[in-house]
């Protein structure tokens, strides 16, 4: 299939370009901000609409996706995650075409979970409430929209927590091997952390990329039972940051000398999230199969 990719230039998006064309797909990849604004209609439809070159399918990852940074700027974030994704569909129904659109949301829309909901099934309630986790919210019920009123074949993912080589370093996994490595180098005697017993889902990016794949292909044959899915992907099973950290340190060769820093120390953080992914493996047959040491090891070797 001819895929177009929005985000591609961003971590998970370059990630996809590999995945997609190991599996004889052509990445038709959206230039970068400063030459594309994704909520730019015009913009797209001409990056969208040549009529020798349509798409057989988009997968649409381009936002703002740190959810500090949409506590920094709210306005930026409903503007580039929602604005964008209103944007993309309305390209779309301007070209005339209704490819399947497969869009990259987050398990941050599920919000603060009860303990009881755990793991979080796709019929979960939705309780977001920090700007990043509304944004996305709002665009998966944009995407809902597309989907219900205009007939797109729609794929929305509520994405855990996932990392790997090229992440950017204010994630916790990137930012905890630098402060690794800054012990290793002699650069520092302890490494600074915030809420090291919170408990996360925690999924290989290179995994996270093959789910996409497969979710995209599954609607593009019309294999999904429904026009609309909504989807988990996550590993199923959570990580203490601690043990997160402890890992990396065995990796590095140096002592897990842990200090927690109260201005690190977030008291909203949930204690526990962990997503059920029991439809997507029943729908595609999808699990996630990169070990976490493997996915520390690299991060590691990347620095």
Not at 88 to 114: C, K, N, T
Not at 184 to 210: F, M
Not at 282 to 301: C, F, H, K, M, Y
Request: aromatic share 4%.
């Amino acid at each position: 299939m001819r895929i177009f990719v929005t985000g591609a230039i961003g971590f998970v998006g370059r990630w996809l370009e590999r995945e997609l064309v190991a599996n004889g797909h052509e990445v038709v990849a959206a230039p970068g901000p400063d030459e594309l604004d994704i909520t730019d209609r015009s913009g797209l439809v001409r990056w969208l609409g040549d009529p020798a070159a349509l798409p057989d399918a988009v997968i649409h990852l381009a936002g703002m996706a740190f959810a500090p940074d949409a506590r920094q700027d709210p306005a930026e974030a409903f503007r580039v995650n929602v604005g964008g994704t209103v944007a993309l569909f309305e390209a779309l129904r301007e070209i005339g075409i209704r490819p399947p659109v497969m869009v990259s949301g987050s398990s941050d829309a599920y919000g603060v979970p009860r303990p009881q909901d755990l793991p979080l099934r796709e019929d979960a309630p939705l309780a977001p409430h920090a700007p990043y986790a509304l944004s996305k919210a709002a665009q998966e019920g944009v995407a809902v929209e597309a989907s219900t009123r205009y007939g797109f074949p729609v794929v929305v993912t509520r994405s855990f927590n996932h990392a790997g080589p090229g992440q950017r370093p204010v994630f916790v996994v990137p930012v905890m091997a630098q402060r690794v490595m800054a012990m290793k180098r002699g650069q520092a005697e302890s490494i600074p952390a915030g809420n090291i017993d919170v408990r996360r889902d925690l999924t290989d990016v290179r995994d996270v990329v093959a789910a996409y794949r497969l979710l995209v292909e599954a609607a593009a044959s019309g294999t999904l039972p429904d026009r609309c899915a909504v989807v988990n992907v996550a590993s199923g099973t959570a990580v203490t940051v601690r043990s997160v950290v402890e890992r990396l340190c065995a990796l590095a060769g140096v002592a897990p000398v842990i200090e927690v820093d109260q201005a690190l120390v977030r008291a909203s953080d949930p204690p526990e999230i962990r997503g059920d992914a029991t439809l997507i493996r029943n729908l595609v047959g999808w699990q996630s199969l990169i070990p976490l040491e493997q996915t520390l090891r690299d991060v590691l070797a990347e620095m």
